[in-house]
């Protein structure tokens, strides 16, 4: 069992940033590839960014590619999405998830995934 907690959402202006925190609990968090996804209202919940249990492979959406970054600490057991240049069209719930089957490639699609934090809210005003 892995318990998964967002922090870090909030209300920001259009071009500036956030830094998401997903702290995990529960199994060694160096085991496990890590992703952020994001669900605005009316759409499907769809892919931000992944990364590999050590850190090595960060993959995103094109969507994302050039202002977010995703990054972890094993020592921390916490994971990190640093969202710049923030547009209006990224306002959604974002959630961070954990995967104990990849190792270098981590996956980007949802079902993959074995446990899942709560969201935190992020609201992009223009």
């Known amino acids: 069992q892995v318990q998964l907690v967002e922090s870090g959402g909030g209300l920001v202006q259009a071009g500036g940033s956030l830094r998401l925190s997903c702290a995990a609990s529960?199994?060694?968090?160096?085991?496990?590839?890590m992703g952020w996804f994001r669900q605005a209202p009316g759409k499907e919940r769809e892919f931000v960014a992944a990364?590999?249990?050590?850190?090595?492979?960060?993959y995103y959406a094109d969507s994302v590619k050039g202002r977010f970054t995703i990054s972890r600490d094993n020592a921390k057991n916490t994971g990190y999405l640093q969202m710049n240049k923030l547009k209006p069209e990224d306002t959604a719930v974002y959630y961070c998830a954990v995967d104990f089957d990849s190792d270098v490639i981590p996956p980007r699609s949802a079902p993959a995934y074995d446990y899942w934090g709560q969201g935190t809210q992020v609201t992009v005003s223009s």
């Open positions: 529960g199994r060694t968090f160096s085991r496990y590839a």
């Open positions: 990364i590999s249990r050590s850190g090595a492979s960060t």
